[in-house]
């Protein structure tokens, strides 16, 4: 049993600066992509998260060879593993990516439903029907998904939803399918735009990529490249919304504030200047949130990954705020560990109605990565001591958050509740 936690008195201004470390998500989809080919991939600026760490456990156990010096992460050799063993797909939803890959590779992939957090079903069925209409059979038995495939053909595909996971694991099977294949309606995010500059350096034919349609022209091989990743603008948004929640001055770095657009749009008022620059942002707050509401919504829309840190700050505003979330089904559970520590909030169906106030430390649970980094920007404001478990949700996809805001001046540490 974990029982450690992040624990946090709240009242401190941040100020500083700051560089982000890459983006999980990016890397992530980028590191299934190198089974692609037996020649080296590179991939430069990969964080120090537990979801790197996994999935580079991950393509070891399916026989490619992995070495980390720093941040550079290379994979080379070749694939010879149609399944592995459940836990590490259980752990982390981007296992999914191991679909599209392997399936390119061996013509054969076995493996368990993914996992990752518990933020609503994400159905699969996108990805399902664009690997069979490109030629795939699939069954799902059970726990078990099964999909082979003698030979993938390009194809015209409308996906219903522009599914981020989808379009990535589309893009990696079309990159090496017979012909040409056209993604219709596909997700916009910019680490789709990484995932396809990336595979293009290793020889893939691909263009439209950050627009909702993908043209891409098979080949018959990629060849290996070095690729550098972009910093994370989820952990630079967090950031943002602590600044702009207990008040100060901090400068960020690494992340591209042409992908924060939305972010910055929820945040700005008078009380909350941000000032942008070609190599990131300076964000400056009295600590007065002003009561506004947000939609998540697939890019360039607000982010659903930036909703229980935008909803932290609401518990403090000065009037009433409402939270719609349309991406996932399940991603309130933060609600109940914010009324813990005296937030207002109602949530029906898919919408959070907030009463801003004052909160004051408790005790409090991460239910998920993103629930957890909204606890802990709400405990940096709050009166009182504040201690955040399950931080292994939390350490998927920020590295050592308590180092990163303690190093603004937030009164944060990790220990042993």
Do not use: W
């Not at 992509?33 to 790197?52: F, M, R």
């Not at 026989?63 to 752990?91: D, F, M, N, P, W």
């Not at 959070?352 to 405990?379: E, I, K, N, P, W």
């Amino acid at each position: 049993m974990d029982d450690r936690c992040i624990e946090i008195k709240g009242g401190s201004r941040l100020c500083g600066k700051l560089t982000v470390h890459g983006a999980k998500n990016a890397v992530l989809p980028l590191l299934a992509a190198s089974l692609l080919t037996d020649e080296e991939v590179t991939i430069d600026n990969c964080p120090y998260i537990s979801d790197v760490d996994n999935m580079a456990k991950l393509l070891c156990e399916l026989g490619a060879h992995v070495v980390r010096e720093g941040r550079r992460i290379s994979v080379s050799g070749h694939v010879t593993g149609v399944r592995t063993g459940a836990r590490l797909y259980k752990t982390m939803r981007s296992s999914m990516f191991m679909l599209g890959a392997l399936l390119c590779v061996l013509g054969e992939v076995e493996m368990p439903l993914p996992g990752g957090c518990d933020i609503g079903a994400r159905p699969l069925d996108i990805h399902l029907d664009g690997l069979r209409r490109m030629g795939a059979r699939t069954l799902c038995d059970g726990e078990i998904l099964n999909c082979r495939a003698s030979g993938l053909a390009g194809a015209k595909i409308v996906m219903r939803y522009p599914s981020v996971g989808a379009t990535e694991n589309l893009l990696m099977c079309a990159s090496l399918a017979n012909g040409e294949t056209m993604l219709v309606n596909c997700a916009r995010e910019p680490e789709i735009v990484a995932l396809a500059e990336g595979l293009r350096a290793m020889g893939a034919k691909i263009s439209g990529e950050g627009s909702s349609v993908i043209c891409i022209e098979g080949v018959k091989k990629l060849h290996g490249a070095d690729l550098h990743i972009g910093g994370d603008r989820i952990v630079a948004g967090t950031v943002l919304s602590a600044t702009a929640l207990c008040g100060g001055d901090v400068t960020v770095y690494g992340a591209d504030v042409g992908d924060m657009k939305s972010i910055f749009q929820s945040f700005r008022s008078e009380h909350c200047s941000i000032e942008e620059s070609p190599l990131g942002f300076r964000v400056r707050s009295d600590g007065q949130i002003k009561a506004r509401s947000v939609i998540t919504a697939p890019y360039p829309l607000f982010p659903t990954d930036m909703q229980p840190q935008f909803l932290a700050c609401q518990c403090f505003a000065d009037g009433v705020s409402r939270v719609r979330e349309t991406v996932f089904e399940n991603r309130f559970a933060h609600a109940k560990e914010l009324s813990k520590m005296g937030a207002n909030i109602s949530v029906h169906a898919n919408c959070a109605t907030v009463l801003g106030g004052s909160l004051h430390g408790a005790d409090v649970y991460a239910t998920d990565l993103r629930a957890g980094a909204g606890l802990c920007v709400a405990a940096m404001r709050a009166d009182g001591v504040s201690r955040v478990f399950n931080p292994h949700y939390i350490e998927r996809g920020y590295e050592d958050f308590a180092e990163l805001f303690s190093s603004l001046g937030a009164d944060i540490k990790n220990t042993v509740g």
